[in-house]
């Protein structure tokens, strides 16, 4: 029961302080002292506060896409397990509703900037499914061969018993499998070299510009919605990448909150030293991915 509270207390907090630490570490990096840590907190209660305005020309599906999308990445929170812990829901073939509450999210995400009838906004709705296409084959190239290491069809006993001593009979396998993962982090999650959520130019942006109409508590949930992303798939990752359990409850907690903050450093990293890719580009890198978690499989199959 206490580690299902503090899953639930990680979850719902812990999200926009990644935010936070990519910012902080990227102002590092140009010799800024930055924003404080805790201003996507700041942001989410303004906007929180604030009324919503809403276009004539739009429908229920406008108003009902941050929530279902916010809804949709709450429940995936809900299956990863976190660190060394068991997730609160954990059922047999619970990996293909993971990966198909993204795409929920994402089809109503796409289906309110259409309904806007912006040709602006519905170009962002394109390039999110197109690239979306390309990223999807990586993660169940992942969850397939997680699949065979374990032996399970369930996120929970697929993550929790990957472990270091894993790592040196399938090492080769696990390291291209981080490889595409951390790719795949970088495109589902929109950030540099594949899209910048701080930019404003248009012929540069994916998904912000599917969320420009958006004010109010609602743009709050897509931002909140965001964050969410960010650490369920963060987390995800962190348990191929570096599976350290120590055998107590309390230190593998700490061990998973450092590792996410480390997580979000390397992701401010990365920012900082790489511009983003021209939009041609995008595609040839996911394919790459795809191929590096394609290859893990084959030699897991061997």
């Given amino acids: 029961m206490t580690d299902i509270l503090i899953h639930m207390l990680l979850t719902i907090f812990m999200p926009p302080l990644l935010l936070g630490v990519i910012g902080k ?9 930055g924003a404080p840590f805790l201003q996507p907190y700041y942001d989410l209660a303004k906007l929180i506060r604030k009324g919503s305005v809403f276009s004539d020309t739009t429908t229920w599906i406008f108003r009902a896409g941050p929530i279902i999308t916010l809804a949709a990445t ?12 068991l997730s609160p829901i954990s059922f047999a073939g619970d ?18 900037a259409l309904d806007t009838g912006s040709s602006f906004e519905g170009m962002g709705a394109a390039r999110e499914v197109t690239f979306a296409c390309l990223a999807e084959p990586t993660l169940f190239f992942a969850l397939m061969t ?3 290491l374990s032996g399970s ?17 399938a090492g080769a396998a696990l390291l291209l499998l981080v490889g595409g993962m951390f790719i795949v982090l970088l495109a589902e999650n929109c950030r540099i070299p594949f899209d910048d959520p701080t930019t404003h130019l248009e012929l540069t942006m994916i998904h912000e510009v599917m969320v420009l109409d958006h ?23 962190i348990h191929i990448a570096l599976p350290l359990k120590t055998g107590n409850a309390i230190l593998d907690w700490g061990v998973f909150i450092l590792s996410m903050l480390g997580l979000a450093v390397t ?36």
Avoid: D
Wanted: with cysteine.
């Fill in 25 to 33: 570490t990227k102002a590092a990096f140009a010799g800024r002292v």
């Fill in 74 to 85: 709450l429940v995936a929170a809900l299956l990863i397990p976190l660190g060394n812990h």
């Fill in 95 to 112: 990996m293909i509703l993971f990966a198909y509450l993204f795409a929920l999210g994402r089809f109503f995400t796409t289906t309110a």
């Fill in 146 to 148: 997680l699949s065979r």
């Fill in 153 to 169: 069809l369930s996120l929970s006993p697929m993550l929790t018993t990957l472990s270091l001593s894993l790592w040196f009979s």
């Fill in 215 to 237: 004010s109010g508590p609602a743009f709050a949930y897509i931002l909140y919605g965001a964050a969410l992303k960010l650490f369920v798939f963060g987390a995800f990752f």
């Fill in 267 to 302: 992701i401010g990293v990365v920012e900082s030293i790489m511009a983003r890719l021209r939009l041609l580009r995008i595609p040839q890198l996911l394919v790459a991915a795809c191929i590096l978690s394609a290859f893990s499989m084959l030699l897991i199959l061997r």
